[in-house]
């Protein structure tokens, strides 16, 4: 007689974890610090999605770059450089080229569906209004799109579809983690957080900056019902229009505090998910 264990699956499926990284140009670079902290805590990411500045640093991430590289890569790097001004400029001053280059060296030319992370970004059809989420396709097309600040970057147009910054719809892109299967999800907002943000110099990219940090924030406030965390930096001092890495080593800092302040929290809602960590 066959023992009736033997005919048992008795493998329990762990929930799984997806971390959205959100919006926010230089404020962006936090997102490293927060990732450097999860590795240290060996919190499980099974999934990531990020939009523009999020999707860059998700995307390397999820092809297996080491956070700690990435960290004085971003440090050391002239994002000069890497701005490509247009004489004729057709929806954005920006073309965009080479920070797209820059995504696809450090992301080796992969597609979305080749990460070791499955990886998600988001992108906004400006023409239509709809939020457009890359599950598969070149890593360094999809980000490029994702990361198209309106009248800064030329827009990118791909399968028909004309798209900009998906933080135009959503900042934190919690749903399509959702979307995916996710179990458990965890945002990280690096945006303004209803802060009082003086304009020093009354230019209109003061005021644009501002008007931008207003509206991201109250989009995530509505967008971001499906997270069972966030984990909020302070980027204060950054602007979301800021897209130097002037201020990238102070960014890295300020996730990296938020991160390790949200550590006991996360590790809580783990533990209730059946996850232990320690």
């Not at 450090?106 to 998600?120: M, S």
Request: hydrophobic residues 40%; charged residues 25%.
């Amino acid at each position: 007689m066959s023992n009736i264990n033997e005919n048992i699956n008795c493998d329990i499926v762990r929930k799984k974890v997806g971390f959205a990284l959100g919006s926010g140009g230089a404020k962006g670079f936090a997102h490293i610090g927060v990732l450097q902290v999860l590795e240290e805590n060996h919190i499980p990411i099974d999934m990531i999605s990020g939009c523009s500045m999020g999707a860059i640093i998700a995307s390397i991430y999820a092809v297996g770059t080491n956070v700690y590289f990435l960290e004085k890569y971003a440090t050391n790097l002239d994002v000069k450089e890497y701005i490509d001004f247009k004489l004729h400029r057709t929806g954005g001053i920006i073309a965009g080229k080479k920070v797209e280059e820059i995504v696809y060296t450090l992301t080796h030319g992969k597609n979305i569906e080749d990460a070791k992370i499955p990886f998600l970004c988001v992108a906004t059809d400006v023409e239509k209004g709809e939020l457009v989420v890359f599950d598969k396709g070149p890593i360094h097309e999809a980000v490029r799109a994702s990361m198209s600040i309106p009248a800064i970057f030329e827009p990118v147009r791909i399968d028909g579809r004309l798209l900009v910054d998906g933080g135009v719809l959503e900042c934190v892109p919690c749903i399509p983690l959702k979307q995916a299967g996710a179990d458990i999800i965890i945002g990280v907002d690096v945006g303004a957080k209803g802060n009082f943000m003086p304009i020093k110099n009354k230019s209109m990219f003061g005021v644009l900056n501002n008007a931008l940090d207003i509206m991201m924030w109250e989009i995530t406030k509505l967008r971001t019902s499906n997270a069972d965390y966030m984990i909020n930096p302070d980027t204060s001092s950054v602007g979301s229009m800021n897209i130097s890495t002037s201020d990238a080593a102070d960014m890295i800092k300020a996730g990296r505090e938020a991160c390790e302040k949200a550590i006991p929290e996360i590790k809580k809602l783990l533990k209730e998910n059946g996850i232990d960590i320690d």
